[in-house]
Every structure is written in C-alpha cells, then in structure tokens.
C-alpha cells in the first residue's frame, strides 16, 4: 500500500481542519508522513489522494489517528535528500573542474600560438617519393647546366673546399611565372637527393611585428640541422623589395625581415652545405643588398621557353599521357607561342580531361585543339542564331582573314569561326605563328606593319560593307594591339621617320616610392607630337592598305561570309579555295 505513495498524485487540496473530518469519518484509507517536509499524503477510499502540510507530532493528528483506526505510515527520506544533494553537489564540482581544465588548455594554446606563430613550418619534402630530376625539367638546358654546379658541390663539397673555392651561397632564379624555377630548386634537391626546405617570401610577413624576422631564423637552423640541404624562398620580392622605397617611411616588418635574412646569408660560414635558391618574377625591384656578392651573387634568368622548348616540355609532359599517333608535338610547339612551361602541362591536361569526358582511351587533335580554345578564347557557348549581329561578325572575321591571306608578310591563316566564346567573343581567325620569326626571335617592320593591316582588316570590312556610321565597337581589341605595336614600331624600334633613337618610357608596372621620383621621359613636348604623329600615321596606312585589299573583292567577301554562317568554321584550305587565293609558303 504504502508504495501507492511514493509519487503521490494530489488530485484534490485537502485542509487541516477536513483532513480532521476526514480522518475520522473513515473516509481514509490511509496516510503516510515524511516528517522531514512536514507533510502527509492521504490516500482516500474513494481512489483520490491529497497533500496536506502539518506540523511534526501534531498530537491532535496523532490521536485521531489513532481513534479511528485509519493505517498511518512514517516515510523518512533523509537518505534520498543525501544522496540527491550528494549527486547535485558533485556535479557541480565537476562541472567547475571541466571549466577550470577548460580555460588553462585554451590559454596554454593561445600562449604555445603567441610565443610559435615566428616558427616556420617550412615543407620538407620527402625524399623517397615524387623527386624531380633534370630530366623532368625540360627547355631550359643553359639554366640546367649552371645549377648542375650546385648539385655537384652538394654531392662532392671535398672537391670543392681542397682547392679553396667557395660555392655560391644564393642563387636566384629570375623568371616569369610558370617557367619552371621551383621545378628546378626542386631538381636541384632532387639530384643532390638532399632535404628541400620550402617557403614563400610572403609566408615571412605576418600581422605581428617581429614575426618576419624570426621565421627567417627558424628557417636557417633548421636547414642548418640537416645540412647539405637547399633552402628555396619563392616569390622573394614580397620580402625582398628595395628598402625605403614604399612611401610614408615604407613597412618596417618587411624591412626588418629583409635584414633578418641578410644577416643569416652573412652568418653561415663558406661552403656550410646550405644552399639558398630563392625565385622572383620582379628582379628589378628587388634590394641591392640581396644581389651583392657572398649573397644572391649568381643570377639565372629563365624566359618564356622558345618553340623547341615548347616542344620538349609537351614531350615530358606528354610522357604520362597516351598520345594519337597523329599528334604532332611539333606543331603543337609552333602553335603555343608565349605559353609557359606550366601552360603547356595544362594544355596538355586539358586535351587528357576532354578526352577522358569523350571516352577516348588517347588524346586526338581535336582534343588539343579543344583544350587550346579553351585556355586562349574562354569557353565555347552555343552558335549564334542566324542574325544581322551574326553576319557583322562574320565579316569582320572575314576581313581579317581575307586581308591576311593577300598580305604577303602576314602569318598563315588557321581557321575563321563564328562558334562565340565566353566574355563576348563571337567569332575569331586564328593565325599559325610565322616558324622563321619564332625561331630567329627577329621582327622586321614589314611584318610588323603586316600585323597592323590583319589586325584593322576586321573594322575594314565592317567600313566597306555597312558604312562608317554601322561600325561597331567589336573592333576595339584590334585597335588596341595596332595602338601597342604602332607605339612600339616608333619608340623602341625605330621604324619611323623619327629615326633610330630609343623613346621608349618602360612598360613596366609602376613600382611606388621609386618610380614616382625617377625623372620622367628625358625628350621633349614637341617629341612626344611628333610620336604621336608618327602612331597615327601607320594606324592610317594600315587601315587604307586593309581597304584597298577589300574594296574589290567584295563579291569574294560576301561568298565567304555565306560560307561562314552555314559552316560556322572554315579552315585554311576551305577558306583559301572560296577566296581564290593559292596557299602561302612562309609560316
Ligand atoms: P614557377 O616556379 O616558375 O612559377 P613551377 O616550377 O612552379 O613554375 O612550374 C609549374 C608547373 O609547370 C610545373 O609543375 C610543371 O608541370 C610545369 N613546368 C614549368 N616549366 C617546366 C619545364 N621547363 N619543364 C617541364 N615542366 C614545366
């Protein structure tokens, strides 16, 4: 009966004075009592129950009770209470306990943060996996060669120290970006088969003042610990760049980082083992400091790679790509020029990513020539619909394209197409780069001036077939590259009647604090007319001479545009039998 109480449900409030009443009409059944609350809980014989508070040996409750026999039983709960305190109490110590461990670990690791944030933590490369050799690095054979020094002073030191000669403590590989400088750090690694400690100039500045300056040393012990081994900083000018020169007083950590560094090439001895190659596209910026024997004393310069260097690093990267057998990587060379090392591997993997989608089990042509759109021209879109704008531009590629095929210096046309790619393109004539030019690097004015002639062909057209008010701005790209090359036919070149005297006001990026107080151009007003004169004078020439090879052919032009909209593409034998024109023999 009695467990009937242990969770009294209370259905009604029962007072005193009832509970008396009710004790002895006998409508109870029974009581129990927990004197530590003061209260009973009375169980009634009609199946309700009531709470009610009395005080602890009431004896009036006691005797009614008692009188009417009604069953009374005691519950003492003091050892729950114990236990249910007990149990509160240690959670709320451990509670704090977790909290207190809680705050001292956050704050050791906010302090291990402070007091290391100056620790690099350059990548070492492991040496059993993934190593790069001279091999690997393809088109850059001098650059190769003079690194091969390196690499015998770290397989040989003896050799070297016998006869007292001090290796050069920096190298410095000078170089637009993807030409392969880290590939070559790396091979220099690679080949020694020493430790490769990495890091970029601008992982050495951080928020903190001091931080900079600290990760160099960091940096140099560690490389030290493991000597022979190569130290590479890419993108050295982000730490490296001329001090004083930035303006208000320049960035103080980059300067003291720099002096950081200075100070550690200084203080390892000759011949310590350690090599540091550090890799900059902007060599001209950099501190003289760094360039000054005992320093980076040895500077390699790597260019763009020539159309043989093309060729031998699709030839590498095309060592782990299944090929077609109609694959020509020479042509392939001829028609990248200005591509990087690393733009030829994409090009590359592009060609192998379409081919996979296409489930081709080798790369084809096409794929190349897919890849190559794409990473020249911007994705494909869907054809235009067949529509005034479709047909300006198919004129105006048709121009450029006509006026090339009948300008004797001009490159061999490729194809003409009207298949639009992103950012607005919706047409383009390609051209296969003149083999001769390439090779020799030599650039002479009438190919130049040819170049300005292909180029306005486009608006030419535009000016013949729809009036001067239709024309439209789809021209302007071209305008731009007549206005460089004009430009640079008349300052650099001396292709005007200005003579052969350098105007030329270098091109390159402004760098602050320097640039702004150099002198300006050292000739005068009247010059900088007459330049101008001079730039307006061939951009005219070149139009007319893109008119005057038009205007009587404009039968011929609207027979190729014809062909154009139905074909979408024309490649060069298609298009030179429309236009009656027999094939070029140069380019
Ligand atoms: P950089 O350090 O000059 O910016 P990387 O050495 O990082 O260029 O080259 C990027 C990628 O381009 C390389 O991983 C490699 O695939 C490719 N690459 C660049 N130059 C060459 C080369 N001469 N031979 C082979 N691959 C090259």
Not at 415 to 424: A, C, D, F, H, I
Not at 457 to 484: K, W
Not at 555 to 583: C, K, N, W, Y
């Amino acid at each position: 009966m009695s467990n009937g109480f242990l969770r009294p449900v209370t259905n009604s409030s029962t007072s005193y004075s009832e509970l008396l009443i009710d004790i002895s009409s006998g409508s109870i059944e029974s009581i129990q009592m927990i004197p530590s609350r003061q209260e009973v809980y009375v169980k009634y014989k009609n199946g309700t129950q009531s709470k009610v508070n009395i005080l602890v040996n009431d004896p009036r409750f006691l005797r009614t009770v008692k009188e009417s026999n009604t069953e009374l039983t005691i519950k003492d709960i003091r050892n729950e209470q114990f236990i249910a305190s007990s149990i509160s109490g240690f959670s709320f110590f451990l509670i704090i306990f977790i909290g207190i461990i809680f705050l001292i670990r956050r704050s050791t690791q906010i302090t291990n943060r402070t007091m290391g944030f100056g620790r690099s933590q350059p990548k070492i490369r492991a040496l059993d996996k993934e190593q790069i050799h001279f091999d690997d690095v393809a088109g850059i054979n001098e650059e190769k060669s003079e690194l091969q020094e390196m690499v015998s002073f770290l397989l040989f030191p003896d050799n070297y120290k016998k006869l007292g000669a001090k290796i050069p403590k920096g190298v410095l590989l000078v170089g637009p970006p993807g030409t392969g400088k880290t590939m070559l750090a790396k091979a220099v690694a690679g080949e020694a088969n020493v430790p490769f400690f990495s890091i970029a100039g601008s992982e050495f500045v951080e928020l903190f003042v001091g931080v900079g300056a600290s990760r160099v040393r960091d940096l140099f012990n560690q490389a030290k610990s493991k000597a022979p081994s190569i130290i590479f900083i890419d993108e050295i000018d982000s730490v490296g760049r001329q001090r004083g020169a930035g303006i208000g007083g320049g960035n103080d950590e980059r300067e003291q980082t720099l002096n950081q560094l200075l100070t550690e090439m200084d203080g390892f001895g000759d011949n310590s083992g350690v090599i540091i190659i550090a890799a900059t596209n902007r060599a001209d910026v950099l501190d003289s400091a760094l360039l000054r024997p005992g320093r980076f004393d040895r500077s390699i310069y790597i260019s763009l790679p020539d159309r043989k260097g093309r060729e031998e690093i699709l030839s590498v990267h095309a060592r782990s790509k299944p090929l077609d057998e109609d694959v020509c990587l020479k042509d392939w060379a001829l028609r990248t020029p200005g591509f990087s090392g690393a733009e030829l591997s994409n090009l590359l993997n592009e060609a192998a990513i379409l081919s996979a989608r296409s489930n081709k089990k080798k790369i084809v042509t096409i794929h190349l020539e897919k890849a190559l759109e794409r990473i020249t021209m911007g994705l494909s879109c869907a054809p235009l619909q067949d529509s005034s704008k479709k047909r300006l531009i198919a004129y105006h590629e048709v121009g450029h394209a006509l006026v090339a095929a009948l300008t004797p210096n001009a490159d061999k046309i490729d194809k003409v197409t009207l298949l639009p790619r992103s950012g607005g393109i919706g047409g383009f004539t390609r051209f296969w780069p003149d083999e001769e030019v390439l090779d020799s690097g030599l650039i002479s004015k009438n190919y130049l001036f040819s170049k300005l002639v292909v180029a306005l062909g486009g608006r030419a057209a535009e000016l013949i077939v729809f009036g001067p008010n239709e024309i439209t701005q789809g021209a302007s790209g071209d305008i731009e590259t007549v206005s460089r090359i004009a430009r640079e036919m008349v300052t650099r070149f001396g292709f005007s009647s200005l003579g052969p005297i350098s105007l030329d006001s270098t091109n390159d990026e402004v760098f602050l604090g320097r640039d702004l107080i150099k002198k300006g151009p050292t000739y005068s007003q009247s010059t900088v007319k007459a330049i101008d004169q001079q730039v307006r004078e061939l951009a005219k020439t070149a139009i007319e001479t893109a008119i005057s090879l038009l205007s009587p052919r404009r039968q011929v032009m609207d027979q190729l545009v014809e062909a154009l909209i139905e074909e979408e593409t024309l490649h060069t034998e298609r298009f030179l039998e429309l236009a009656g024109v027999s094939p070029k023999t140069n380019g």
